[in-house]
């Protein structure tokens, strides 16, 4: 079992900045795939962002390319989600996933282990 906490979430202005972080505990060796997936309220869950631990690879959205950033803390089991140049159309409820499996999926149904969530909010 891997559990995941998220945490960063908040109310930011359009153009800043926030850093989400995922904490992750119990197995984490095996989770080979960290993910970021957001949802908005009537909307499908979005990927957004995976880095694989196994080439070192990442790999984003076309609509947060070159504006967030995945990153890991192998030491801290903790991986990060940098978000810069923030839109309102990034408001939505973030989740960190992991996978087991060693090549990354934009699908979050391919997914094992899922967060609890957190807000973020953009205002105009």
């Known amino acids: 079992q891997v559990q995941l906490v998220e945490s960063g979430g908040g109310l930011v202005q359009a153009g800043g900045s926030l850093r989400l972080s995922c904490a992750a505990s119990?197995?984490?060796?095996?989770?080979?795939?960290m993910g970021w997936f957001r949802q908005t309220p009537g909307k499908e869950r979005e990927f957004v962002a995976a880095?694989?631990?196994?080439?070192?690879?990442?790999y984003y959205a076309d609509s947060v390319k070159g504006r967030f950033t995945i990153s890991r803390d192998n030491a801290k089991n903790t991986v990060y989600l940098q978000m810069n140049s923030l839109k309102p159309e990034d408001t939505a409820v973030y989740y960190c996933?992991?996978?087991?499996?060693?090549?990354?999926?934009?699908?979050?149904?391919?997914?094992?282990?899922w967060g609890q969530g957190t807000q973020v909010t953009v205002s105009s």
């Open positions: 996933a992991a996978r087991v499996s060693p090549w990354v999926v934009r699908d979050g149904d391919g997914y094992d282990y």
């Open positions: 880095d694989s631990r196994i080439n070192g690879r990442t």
């Open positions: 119990g197995r984490t060796f095996s989770s080979s795939v």
